[in-house]
C-alpha cells in the first residue's frame, strides 16, 4: 500500500513561507514534511506567488519606515543637543554616515541615469548608420 498524499493549504503555506519562514517550520505548520515543501516550491507558479507574497511584505514594511523617518530624524537632532557630549557625537557621527551614504546613493543614480542616456544616443547613432 503506497503512502496517502494529503492536500495542503497553499495559502498557508505561501503566508508562512514569505513571512520568513525555514521549510520545515512551514511544513509543521501546514501539516506536512519539508519534503513537500521543497516540491511545492520546484513549482514555478507557487514559487513565484510566495515571492510576490514576500514582496508584498517588503513593500509595507519599507512604508512603515518611511512613516517613521521625519520622528528619526527629529530625535537625530534632539540628540545632537543632549548633555552628554558622546551622545551628541554619536547623533553627528550618524548625520555624517548617513549624510554621505545617501550622496554616494544620489551620486551613483546621477551617474546610471548619464550612462543609459549615453547608451541611447550610442544606439540611436547606430541605427542612423
Not at 525555514?22 to 514534511?33: D, H, K, M, N, P
Not at 557630549?85 to 550622496?103: H, K, N, P
Amino acid at each position: 500500500m503506497g503512502s496517502v498524499r494529503r492536500a495542503i493549504d497553499d495559502d498557508a503555506l505561501g503566508a508562512a513561507l514569505a513571512a520568513g519562514l525555514t521549510y520545515e517550520q512551514a511544513g509543521e505548520l501546514v501539516r506536512s514534511s519539508e519534503r513537500t515543501v521543497r516540491r511545492r516550491m520546484s513549482d514555478e507558479e507557487f514559487a513565484a506567488r510566495v515571492h510576490q507574497r514576500r514582496m508584498e511584505r517588503l513593500a509595507a514594511a519599507v512604508g512603515q519606515l518611511n512613516a517613521l523617518l521625519p520622528e528619526a530624524v527629529s530625535a537625530i537632532a534632539n540628540a545632537l543637543r543632549a548633555d552628554r557630549v558622546t551622545d551628541r557625537l554619536r547623533a553627528a557621527q550618524l548625520i555624517l554616515d548617513m549624510g554621505s551614504r545617501l550622496t554616494s546613493r544620489e551620486d551613483y543614480e546621477c551617474l546610471v541615469a548619464e550612462l543609459r542616456r549615453r547608451l541611447a544616443e550610442h544606439q540611436t547613432t547606430e541605427v542612423r548608420r
